[in-house]
């Protein structure tokens, strides 16, 4: 797909594509929402997807595959070992990402755990820049404890930094100090922060990090969950970018880390997958030979050929600019709608969704009663809109006192699905919330009845108080 000339960048993001099937979503009544809501125990993520309307919960497998994904699906070469579509996975992978060896798994926390088990050693360290829930969790199932060295502003929900998902290389070289290089297997980078809500890192900042971690033999791994979305970041806001496409950006960024796991279920635009990729053989024997035992043969890692294929394909869509710039355009455009209406939200608009302040949303609510849960629960009684908390309840307790983690940011995520919903969507999704955040005062908080011991945020329910 060629680039959009300058001369047509002006125009709105309208999406490059059309539709030809569409999938019919149940409309709810008010009693109905409210019968819903309690039965899940004021947790979205135990909702029916039936009773919701539009499903804002996460941008994870909830992709519209094109039609060339479904005709790769019936080409499905399902052999046990060696499989066509895995071969076109590792063509993909090689050519857009750059890494040498791939390994499929069934999802992004597949190739987490497999990662953690092979470089963790017990009392190790492992900065990144954000934690991200499962792969912090991976990281302390090994034995290693998380360090966050993002910068300071992607803490804070107002700042309007181009880059909150940046390394902080002070707070990396303090660590180091303390610890030693040895006890560090490898830094973590995210690109488009989950967390942060969607914030990119800048490419100066990969540069300088790879710069200073090489003069220490410390790796990189990259989550690349989010790199598509985070290379039109650099394209639109960094210096020396504008001309490049995101698909070179894609590449430049992969080339300055040792290895990356992905969720294919977010940018790769497929409902399942995932992948560890590698350039180190020794590392890649060892992975692909403990794959067998957690996801499946290295041809396959949990997934069905026609996955793989599915995959392969989407990598190459995601890449393509028109995609990202839809993509993103159509996250800015509901994130514009509430900055308008005085709806706080973190600042700049991230790339899969839009971030609800829930402290200065609620503010009467200490964020004890669970502000952000409260929020997510209130937007689907007014609507049906399903989103979810990315607050104290998502940051779980702390692996050795046992207390509540009490993250600065206190938020509920209205995550785009990709090539799903239309503009009259987003316009039903900001009316919601502007109607909630008119009545905010009349809002009260939760209590939690019931706590799962792993990721709590999936399992938990509340009660209102
Ligand atoms: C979703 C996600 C993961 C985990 O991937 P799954 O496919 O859900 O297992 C890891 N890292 C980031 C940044 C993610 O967004």
């Not at 060629?2 to 309208?14: C, E, I, K, T, V």
């Not at 050693?121 to 820049?129: A, L, S, V």
């Not at 939690?448 to 011991?453: D, H, L």
Request: glycine residues 8%; hydrophobic residues 40%.
């Amino acid at each position: 797909m060629a680039q959009l000339g300058n001369s047509d960048r002006h125009r709105s993001w309208a999406e490059p594509y059309k539709i030809k099937m569409v999938e019919l979503v149940h409309m709810t009544t008010r009693a109905e929402r409210e019968a819903a809501i309690r039965k899940a125990g004021f947790n979205t993520f135990l909702l029916k997807s039936k009773d919701v309307y539009i499903d804002l919960l996460t941008d994870s497998g909830t992709s519209a595959m094109s039609d060339r994904q479904w005709a790769g699906m019936m080409m499905g070469d399902e052999a046990y070992a060696g499989s066509e579509n895995f071969y076109h996975l590792e063509k993909a992978v090689r050519k857009y990402y750059g890494y040498k060896y791939v390994i499929p798994t069934h999802q992004g926390r597949g190739a987490e755990n497999i990662l953690s088990k092979i470089l963790i050693k017990p009392g190790d360290f492992i900065p990144g820049n954000m934690y991200f829930t499962t792969t912090r969790l991976h990281q302390e199932l090994a034995g290693g404890t998380f360090a966050d060295i993002v910068i300071d502003e992607a803490h804070d929900a107002e700042n309007e930094h181009p880059f909150k998902g940046n390394v902080d290389l002070s707070k990396l070289e303090a660590l180091i100090s303390k610890v030693g290089a040895k006890r560090i297997p490898y830094v973590c980078i995210a690109t488009a922060v989950n967390m942060a809500g969607g914030q990119p890192i800048s490419m100066a900042n990969m540069k300088a990090l790879r710069a200073f971690t090489q003069k220490h033999g410390i790796p990189i791994i990259h989550d690349m969950t989010r790199v598509a979305e985070n290379a039109y970041f650099i394209q639109q806001r960094e210096k020396g970018y504008r001309s490049k496409s995101v698909a070179e950006i894609i590449k430049e960024i992969c080339s300055l880390t040792d290895g990356a796991t992905m969720s294919a279920k977010k940018d790769a635009l497929v409902n399942i997958g995932g992948i560890l990729a590698i350039n180190n053989k020794k590392l890649y024997e060892k992975a692909s030979n403990l794959v067998v035992v957690y996801e499946g043969l290295h041809t396959y890692g949990g997934l069905a050929g026609r996955d793989m294929e599915a995959m392969a394909i989407g990598i190459t869509e995601s890449v393509q600019d028109d995609h990202i710039r839809a993509r993103v355009g159509q996250v800015e455009y509901l994130g514009n709608k509430m900055l308008e209406a005085g709806i706080p939200i973190v600042k700049p608009i991230g790339g899969h969704g839009v971030f609800l302040d829930a402290k200065r949303f609620l503010p009467h609510l200490q964020q004890s009663v669970f502000p952000a849960q409260t929020l997510a629960a209130e937007v689907y009684l007014d609507s049906g809109v399903r989103s979810m908390e990315r607050g104290i309840v998502s940051a779980g307790r702390q692996k050795d006192t046992g207390k509540d983690n009490k993250p600065e940011l206190e938020l509920v995520r209205l995550t785009i699905p990709r090539r799903v919903y239309t503009q009259a969507h987003m316009d039903v999704v900001f009316e919601s919330v502007a109607s909630v955040y008119e009545d905010r005062k009349k809002v009260r908080g939760l209590k939690m009845t019931y706590e799962p011991k792993y990721l709590r945020f999936f399992q938990a329910r509340f009660a209102r108080i």
